[in-house]
């Protein structure tokens, strides 16, 4: 069955071999198994379900683009393959025409919009036809929590069950967190699927986090290592984004810029500078990047961190999409942190939805302290399972790194947490290792503790990183929430009976560049 899969790739598609993940995609569908495919954009989803509609009767193609189903039609005529779209750009007689020929098993293909579900009347025609597979495209939108929902997605199931026979059911999607695969599975009511989450791998992406203070700095230098290249710097907010534009003009780089407060012919003409190269940085708040499809740009900076992995790795990826070496570098301050919990907490949604972007909020603020591979670390979280241990094109797995052992400072931090019967946030911990004499401390009888000013060598800030790194590698964790709790995770009893040691990777030579440009 895959070796005939291959040949139509060919034949039909002209390409020599399935992209990542392809394979095991249409495999699976041809098994017959309802079959959930996650591929970033650009992964090659349309191949996933065109190829397989070759070999089965009819699929319906439930896309809710409808500006671009026009296009994918004609793609797919211009390949030789028979295929229609139903969507409310057609009058009644082209309609008509068109479900006269599908009853006849004319099309391979049938893109519709979801929204024709909604009308009993047409649900009773499209229902007559048979269908074997049912394709749902940017099947996050039926999730309340994804995105975009659409609430015309949800009348996909029922329509299903109105069918003479089951389809196999294949969804897609980009996004990959767990509340939106569960919805997908379960609003859709897939039968037992198998689930792929494939393609997150930027092999050409150079992964970097920097810590601390000197944002400004390193933005300056970089630039002008890197003058002749393209390169976008994303900032947290409009006036960051003035600020920073300003400072790189005084400068003399050729910086543009972008964010929602500039008028629509203003952002257009930024935009169109940028993709032509007549600037050559664009500094802009997360509102630009959105469909601009510019292949050769050499380096993302973010100014500050993002709400999460999903919007950063979104923007992060559109770097090097040519497949030429990029680097996407994130430059981290605690600010950064209060900021989006800020963000959380002053929003209107509801209490669940707030957890999930706390959770989602530490996930980003460990990538920051992880020492673990960073590209492992964003792949492991997208669900992809063969993440790598070691990438050797990240921070740290770059070879200017060293293992320091950590293990004597990690039980100190350790024990008192335990000691302060974890109810206190990070810094607080930090104040009494420290051994501060700060109000709060003294108040609580905390300078009374055997844990007071056990770290009292070392900076209170780098206390606090070394707490921050604790929590990314999972010995302790960090209650939800405006005012989060430091606690402890199982993962923190070996460590404090003394049966495992604790490492941490430290940066040897900090004037180095961050890639070796040659
Ligand atoms: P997505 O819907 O996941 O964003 P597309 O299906 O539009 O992605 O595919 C992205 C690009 O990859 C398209 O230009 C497509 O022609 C190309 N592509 C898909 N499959 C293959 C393949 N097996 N080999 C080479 N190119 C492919």
Same mark, same amino acid.
């Given at each position: ?164 026979? *089951? ?150 990826? *559109? ?200």
């Amino acid at each position: 069955m895959m070796q005939k899969a291959a040949g139509l790739l060919k034949k039909y598609f002209g390409y020599p071999s399935f992209k990542s993940g392809q394979e095991q995609i249409i495999g699976s569908i041809l098994q017959g198994r309802d079959t959930v495919g996650i591929m970033p954009t650009g992964g090659g989803k349309s191949i996933c379900y065109q190829l397989p509609a070759l070999l089965y009767g009819t699929t319906l193609v439930i896309s809710p683009l409808i500006s671009l189903m026009k296009d994918q039609v004609d793609d797919l005529r211009g390949h030789g393959i028979t295929a229609a779209f139903i969507n409310s750009s057609l009058d009644y007689r082209e309609l008509s025409a068109v479900l006269a020929q599908a009853r006849r098993g004319r099309y391979k293909l049938i893109y519709m919009a979801p929204e024709r579900l909604e009308s009993e009347q047409f649900t009773d025609m499209v229902k007559e036809l048979d269908i074997q597979l049912l394709a749902v495209d940017e099947a996050h939108c039926i999730s309340q929590w994804g995105h975009d929902f659409r609430p015309a997605y949800l009348s996909i199931a029922p329509f299903v069950k109105e069918l003479k026979r *089951r389809p196999v059911i294949a969804a897609f999607t980009a996004t990959a967190t767990t509340e939106v695969t569960r919805d997908m599975v379960n609003l859709l009511a897939l039968d037992q699927p198998n689930v792929f989450v494939t393609g997150f791998d930027r092999a050409n992406l150079f992964f970097a986090v920097i810590n601390g203070a000197g944002k400004r700095d390193f933005v300056e230098s970089y630039l002008a290592e890197n003058r002749d290249k393209s390169g976008i710097i994303y900032a947290a907010t409009r006036k960051d984004v003035d600020q920073i534009h300003t400072f790189l003009q005084q400068k003399g780089f050729a910086a543009g810029k972008y964010h929602a407060g500039m008028t629509a012919p203003e952002r257009e003409l930024s935009q169109e500078q940028f993709i032509y190269d007549e600037i050559r940085v664009m500094v802009a708040t997360n509102a630009f990047g959105m469909g601009i499809d510019k292949s050769n740009v050499r380096y993302v900076i973010h100014y500050h961190m993002p709400k999460n992995l999903e919007a950063y790795y979104q923007e992060a990826g *559109r770097a090097g999409r040519d497949d030429g070496p990029a680097e996407c570098i994130l430059l981290f301050s605690p600010q950064d942190v209060q900021i989006q919990r800020f963000l959380i907490e002053s929003s209107t949604a509801s209490p669940e939805r707030r957890d999930s972007e706390y959770r989602k909020l530490q996930s980003m603020v460990d990538y920051c302290h992880t020492s673990r591979c960073l590209r492992g670390y964003i792949l492991q979280y997208f669900g992809q399972s063969e993440a790598p241990e070691n990438c050797a094109g990240c921070s740290n797995c770059s070879s200017d790194r060293e293992l320091v052992d950590i293990t004597m400072e990690a039980q100190k931090i350790l024990s008192c947490v335990w000691r302060m019967r974890e109810q206190f946030g990070v810094n607080m911990v930090a104040s009494v290792l420290k051994g501060s004499r700060n109000k709060k401390v003294l108040r609580n009888g905390f300078d009374k503790l055997t844990s007071y000013g056990l770290l009292q060598d070392y900076p209170e800030k780098e206390i606090q990183h070394l707490i921050k790194v604790l929590i990314a590698e999972g010995y302790i964790g960090l209650t939800d929430g405006q005012y989060p709790v430091v606690r402890l995770l199982p993962g923190a009893a070996p460590v404090l009976k003394g049966e495992k040691r604790v490492f941490r990777q430290v940066r040897l030579k900090k004037s180095q560049p961050l890639l070796d440009q040659s």
